[in-house]
C-alpha cells in the first residue's frame, strides 16, 4: 500500500484517497508539433523498474495536484512536491541519489 | 414558497452511536486567495472567524469556517441567512478574484455521537482517526465507502460529516449498517 504525503494540504493520503496521473514531467506537444514529438508525448513512456516520476491527484482530499518520486520495484517512497515545476527539486534527487548510487539520475 | 427539508429530514438512529440528519445547514463555497486581507475580512463579517490554518476549521456564535483546500472554504452558517450573508460576501468581495456560492442544499450533514464515534468513522475512511491524527479542530476530507465526504470532530465523542446531498440517503444507511450492535472493531475505544 503506497502512502503519499500531499504537499497541498499535508496529509499522509492512503493510495485510495488518491488518483495516479501516470508519469511527471512529459513535454507537451500540441497542434503543428511533428509526427515523432506528438507520438512521444502521446505514448512514448518510460516505464522503468525504479526511481519513477509521478503525477498524482488529492482526489477525496483537497483535490490538488502534486509530484511523487517513488520506486516502482519496492514502492519505497522518496517524496513528493509541489506541481508547479517542470522538474523534480535538487535536494529530493540528491536523496534518491544517496539511496540508490546506480541511478542514472533524472533525465527529462 | 416550496418547503425546504434537509437530505433525510431530520432522521436518527440509535446504535452503538447515535446518527442523526442535523436538519438544513446554511452552506457557502468561498474560493479566493486566503492571504488577501479583503477575503479575510469578508470572511469575519460571515462567520466572526479568522481565516483557518490548513487544514483547520474554526467556530464561532455566528458560524463556521473550514480549510477545505489551498483555495477553498466551507462557511457553515444558519440556513435562513444564506442569502443575506451572500451578498455581504459579494459586496466585500467585488474587486477581488474570488467566488461565493450557496451550496445548503446540495449537501447533507449527519452528527455521529458517541464513545465509537472514532471506530465508525474508521469503518469507512482510511484516514487516521487516532486523537494525534484527528484532533477536535481538524477539518479531515476523505472518503466513506467510495464516497467523497468531511468530517471534523467536535469533542471526543461527537463528529460532524459533511457530504453530497444525492449520496445523503446512502451515507446514512452506511453509517447506520456502520454503528449495529456488536459490529465495532474497538480499536479507538
Ligand atoms: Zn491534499
Not at chain 1, 42 to 65: D, I, L, Q, S, T
Not at chain 2, 162 to 173: A, I, N
Request: proline share 3%.
Amino acid at each position: 500500500m503506497l502512502l503519499l504525503n500531499c504537499p497541498c494540504c499535508g496529509i499522509d493520503a492512503d493510495e485510495t484517497e488518491l488518483e495516479a496521473g501516470g508519469e511527471a514531467h512529459i513535454t507537451r506537444h500540441g497542434a503543428g508539433a511533428s509526427d515523432d514529438d506528438f507520438e512521444t508525448y502521446m505514448f512514448m513512456r518510460k516505464n522503468p523498474k525504479g526511481v519513477h516520476f509521478e503525477r498524482w491527484r488529492h482526489a477525496y482530499g483537497c483535490g490538488k495536484w502534486f509530484h511523487a518520486a517513488r520506486c516502482t520495484m519496492t514502492l519505497e517512497v522518496f517524496g513528493t512536491y509541489s506541481a508547479q515545476t517542470l522538474e523534480p527539486p535538487k535536494a529530493l534527487i540528491n536523496k534518491i541519489k544517496k539511496k540508490r548510487p546506480d541511478w542514472e539520475g533524472f533525465v527529462k | 414558497m416550496s418547503n425546504a427539508v434537509s437530505a433525510m429530514n431530520g432522521a436518527s438512529f440509535k446504535g452503538s452511536v447515535t446518527i442523526k440528519d442535523t436538519g438544513l445547514q446554511g452552506m457557502i463555497t468561498l474560493r479566493g486567495d486566503f492571504k488577501s486581507a479583503v477575503v479575510a475580512k469578508a470572511l469575519k463579517t460571515a462567520t466572526g472567524t479568522a481565516m483557518p490554518e490548513t487544514g483547520q476549521i474554526l467556530h464561532s456564535a455566528k458560524g463556521s469556517a473550514a480549510w477545505m483546500s489551498p483555495d477553498e472554504l466551507l462557511l457553515l452558517v444558519d440556513y435562513t441567512k444564506v442569502d443575506a450573508i451572500i451578498a455581504k460576501l459579494d459586496k466585500a468581495l467585488s474587486g477581488e478574484h474570488a467566488l461565493v456560492i450557496n451550496v445548503s442544499d446540495a449537501r447533507a450533514m449527519f452528527e455521529i455521537k458517541g464513545a465509537a464515534t472514532r471506530d465508525i468513522l474508521a469503518k469507512g475512511s482510511p484516514a487516521d482517526m487516532s486523537k494525534e491524527g484527528l484532533p477536535v479542530g481538524v477539518m479531515r476530507r476523505s472518503r466513506l465507502g467510495q464516497l467523497a465526504v468531511a468530517f471534523w470532530m467536535d469533542d471526543e465523542k461527537t463528529a460532524h460529516m459533511v457530504c453530497f446531498r444525492s449520496v445523503g440517503e446512502h451515507v446514512f444507511m452506511w453509517l447506520k449498517n456502520a454503528s449495529e450492535k456488536g459490529s465495532l472493531p474497538k480499536y479507538y475505544t
